[in-house]
């Protein structure tokens, strides 16, 4: 369970979200939607500390949830490294000995450990990130539309990744334009307009039948 | 590689801080002559003293005598000297040898020097005729001296043909060459000096040129750091028969510079 | 002048620069990265004076220094006075702003691309500014460079500090100015060439080293 109240975040004198209540179950996928600019974004990096409160709280069930959090960009973010390198890092943070083996090869990335992560695509370069995150073992999985501009193998690989993740337990909150994707993957959505969260709604009920809100949101994707 | 140049630091370190080292702060004319060239690896050799020279005007000369920077210091300014003595920051100041300043200006010589018998005569011609005179301006012997010879011509030298350098005697001799003005110089400067161009020496020969070079120790009573007993055995060296000797037999260009008349100690 | 003492004196300008230049990163580079990862009040002002003080005429430094190691100054007991430390000390105080600035200039731009990665993987502030200047080690490596050639090039505060001794503290720069003032024109142009050279030779060098690591071109 997340429990936002009366949570607000500006930035140069502009509220990116702010002014409501939100409270939503945390297992399974959750599923973040809502047109550019809406808040999703800034929801999620305000969930994973990267933007400050202005007011308000957010309380986490537990503390597993706040502290064992893994963030994928929607922009993949590396260190000017190889990937090993790179993939090394949040164990050198623990002081821990890096093991991803298993992952790296799930993930299709083995054959590129030693490159610059810079150079490689963009569908590579994001199963990287996920890559990154799933070893950490988090509990609350936070991704940025990872899927976004991707290639349908990527695509796969990530979501399919995502599902595993799942079923070991692990919470997952994803922001996505895609409807097909939030249909396959979400348990429930959270609907952003104008830095306002509206929900949680059942996914199956979201698409079935469109809460006010959103329709004409709904309507401007088809 | 951090580890070698900080191990080559040391050593250059180390070399510059033994024990026998002696620290004089001379008048530019004494190294660039190149009589200390010759002087120095003879005191070494006689006295196991190595002097490393910081050369200087004599007013910083002076002043890094004041402040204990230096041990000793070797000078051309007789007022200032006896100045410094008095104020207690060295005991005593011992002539070792003069040379002698000349004028020297473009071949042309515009205000007719070569027809003038006297120091005071020269200048007065210069500043009448407001031909270019390039003057150190830096507090050195030389200045000193050349100011000395303005005070004698009774007339002012501010004028716009008047232009102070601010720095050494080489600098000024290199202004002076590039814009054709007049310029005191000692004798050993010039002779030494590479970029003379159509310069010459216009002026000479006047007693009132001689240029009286003295050491001085300093104090140890005031800096008790100064290595006193190697400045005296430097200080005999140079009054020495030998270090007379090698003064009066030293030559550039077939000409004597500089001319031993040390005296016992006062 | 004799080429063992040419020698000498190209020696002792590059060990005293090198030196300096090392003391000076060590100093500049940390303090660089700090400032650019940190968020505090006054921190325009440091800025602002760190750029400042890059701009500080040598001579002056060179004043300063003189003053404080004379005999007659607080530090005159160490005896450091127209010694090769002294003139180390002169070049740190000199080129320190000009590579603290430019350090932060790399790293802050670093550090807007690492931003978000390293708060998400709860790197502590130290750790931070570590992986910054490893990453930024090319841009440091310039910077480091610029200091270099700062320091080798600089004539009027190692004079007044060092004095120019004959083999104790003449360096390339001072012995260009003692050929100048001699009217040796051409023996102190030469000079200057060797002074190039080996500023060419230098930047070489490091950037063949630095090309040589692990981690590739980016």
């Known amino acids: 369970m997340v429990t936002a109240q009366a949570i607000q975040v500006r930035r140069k004198g502009r509220t990116l979200i702010g002014h409501f209540d939100l409270a939503f179950d945390t297992a399974g996928i959750t599923a973040i939607v809502g047109r550019n600019g809406s808040g999703k974004s800034t929801f999620l990096r305000t969930l994973h500390g990267l933007e400050k409160l202005q007011s308000g709280s957010i309380a986490f069930e537990n503390e597993a949830l706040a502290d064992g959090q893994a963030f994928v960009f929607q922009t993949p973010a590396f260190l000017r490294r190889s990937v090993r390198q790179n993939l090394d890092l949040p164990f050198q943070v623990k002081g821990q000995t890096p093991q991803y083996d298993q992952i790296a090869d799930d993930m299709q990335i083995t054959p590129f450990l030693d490159m610059p992560a810079h150079q490689l695509s963009m569908g590579e370069q994001q199963r990287v990130s996920l890559t990154r995150a799933l070893m950490m073992n988090p509990k609350l999985l936070l991704l940025d539309e990872p899927t976004a501009s991707l290639d349908g193998t990527s695509t796969h690989l990530i979501e399919t990744a995502i599902q595993d993740a799942v079923e070991h337990g692990v919470a997952v909150i994803l922001a996505s334009h895609s409807m097909g994707q939030v249909r396959r993957l979400s348990d429930r959505v959270i609907y952003f307009e104008h830095g306002v969260a509206h929900g949680p709604f059942d996914t199956s009920a979201f698409f079935a039948q469109t809460p006010q809100v959103a329709k004409d949101w709904m309507e401007e994707g088809r | 590689m951090i580890r070698v140049i900080w191990q080559c630091l040391f050593i250059m370190l180390a070399a510059t801080v033994q024990a026998d080292t002696l620290r004089m702060a001379v008048t530019t004319s004494f190294e660039n002559s190149g009589l200390s060239d010759v002087l120095l690896p003879e005191i070494e050799k006689d006295t196991g003293h190595q002097i490393q020279l910081i050369v200087v005007g004599t007013g910083q000369a002076l002043k890094l005598g004041q402040a204990g920077d230096v041990d000793a210091v070797l000078v051309h300014s007789k007022a200032a000297e006896i100045a410094f003595v008095e104020a207690g920051y060295g005991p005593y100041r011992r002539e070792i040898m003069y040379n002698d300043f000349v004028i020297v200006g473009p071949v042309s010589d515009p205000a007719g020097l070569g027809k003038i018998t006297t120091a005071v005569d020269a200048l007065h011609a210069i500043a009448a005729g407001g031909h270019l005179f390039a003057s150190r301006g830096d507090d050195s012997g030389t200045h000193k001296a050349e100011l000395a010879l303005w005070e004698k011509t009774k007339m002012g030298h501010g004028g716009r043909w008047y232009r102070e350098t601010g720095s050494g005697m080489g600098t000024t001799l290199n202004v002076a060459v590039a814009i054709g003005a007049y310029v005191l110089t000692d004798r050993a400067s010039w002779i030494n000096f590479g970029n003379t161009g159509d310069f010459q020496i216009l002026f000479e020969g006047d007693p009132m040129l001689f240029n009286q070079y003295a050491f001085l120790p300093v104090s140890d009573r005031r800096h008790p750091h100064v290595n006193a007993r190697a400045v005296q055995e430097v200080e005999t060296w140079l009054v020495s028969a030998k270090g007379q000797a090698l003064i009066g037999q030293y030559q550039l260009d077939g000409q004597n510079l500089f001319f031993p008349n040390a005296e016992p100690r006062p | ?218």
């Open chain 3, 1 to 218: 002048m004799l080429w063992p003492d040419l020698l000498e004196i190209t020696l002792r300008s590059l060990l005293i620069s090198l030196g300096a230049t090392v003391i000076a990163s060590a100093i500049a580079m940390p303090f660089g990265a700090w400032l650019a990862l940190s968020r505090f009040r006054n921190r325009r002002w440091v800025i602002a004076i760190l750029n400042a003080l890059m701009g500080i005429p040598p001579v002056a430094v060179g004043l300063i220094v003189y003053l404080s190691l004379s005999r007659s100054g607080p530090f005159g007991v160490l005896g450091l006075l127209f010694t090769p430390t002294a003139m180390v000390i002169a070049q740190v105080i000199i080129i320190t702003p000009l590579i603290a600035s430019l350090t932060h200039q790399i790293c802050r731009e670093l550090w807007f691309e690492y931003h978000d990665l390293l708060i998400s993987l709860k790197t502590g502030k130290w750790h931070r500014a570590r992986i910054l200047l490893r990453d930024a080690r090319r841009g440091l490596i310039t910077a480091a460079l610029a200091g270099f050639g700062r320091a080798i090039g600089e004539v009027g505060a190692v004079m007044i500090v060092g004095g120019n001794i004959d083999h104790a503290t003449r360096v390339l720069t001072t012995a260009i100015s003692l050929e100048t003032s001699k009217g040796n024109l051409w023996f102190a142009v030469s000079l200057g060439g060797i002074l190039i050279v080996l500023s060419v030779i230098v930047s070489l060098t490091v950037h063949g080293l630095g090309k040589t690591e692990r981690g590739g071109r980016w």
